[in-house]
Nanobody, 124 residues
C-alpha cells in the first residue's frame, strides 16, 4: 500500500488549502479501514485533521471541524482535504495515512501506512 499527497506548497492567508491523497495498492472502500489527514507544524507534534471511513462517513478534529471538508473519489482511489480560511498557523507538513479501525477519532497506533508528506506554507 502506498499513499501520495499532492497540492500547492504555498497558499495565501484567507485562502483554502486543497490537497489530494492518491492511494495505490488498496481501495478506499475496503472494509475496516479508514483514511486520514494529519499535519505537523514546525517544531510541534502531530495533529489529526480528520478522516473518511470506507463507507464515506467523515470525522474531524473539533478544533478544525468548522474549516475542514474531506471527500473522496472512489473511482480514482483518491481522497481530498479542503481547509478553509487559512492563517500562517496552518503552515505544516501535511500527511495522509491509512488506519485500521472505526476512524471516528484519532489513534496514532491504528495508522499503518503513511504518505511521505507535503509541505504547505501559508504566507502572503
Amino acid at each position: 500500500v502506498q499513499l501520495q499527497e499532492s497540492g500547492p506548497g504555498l497558499v495565501k492567508p484567507t485562502q483554502t488549502i486543497s490537497l489530494i491523497c492518491s492511494v495505490f495498492g488498496d481501495s478506499l472502500t475496503t472494509s475496516d479501514y479508514y483514511w486520514s489527514w494529519i499535519r505537523q507544524p514546525p517544531g510541534k507534534g502531530l495533529e489529526w485533521i480528520g478522516s473518511i471511513t470506507s463507507s464515506g462517513s467523515t470525522y474531524a478534529n473539533p478544533s478544525l471541524k468548522s474549516r475542514t471538508f474531506i471527500w473522496r473519489d472512489t473511482s480514482k482511489d483518491q481522497f481530498t482535504l479542503h481547509l478553509y480560511s487559512v492563517t500562517p498557523e496552518d503552515t505544516a507538513m501535511y500527511y495522509c495515512a491509512r488506519g485500521a479501525g472505526s476512524g471516528t477519532s484519532y489513534d496514532r497506533d491504528e495508522l499503518d501506512y503513511w504518505g511521505q508528506g507535503t509541505q504547505v506554507t501559508v504566507s502572503s
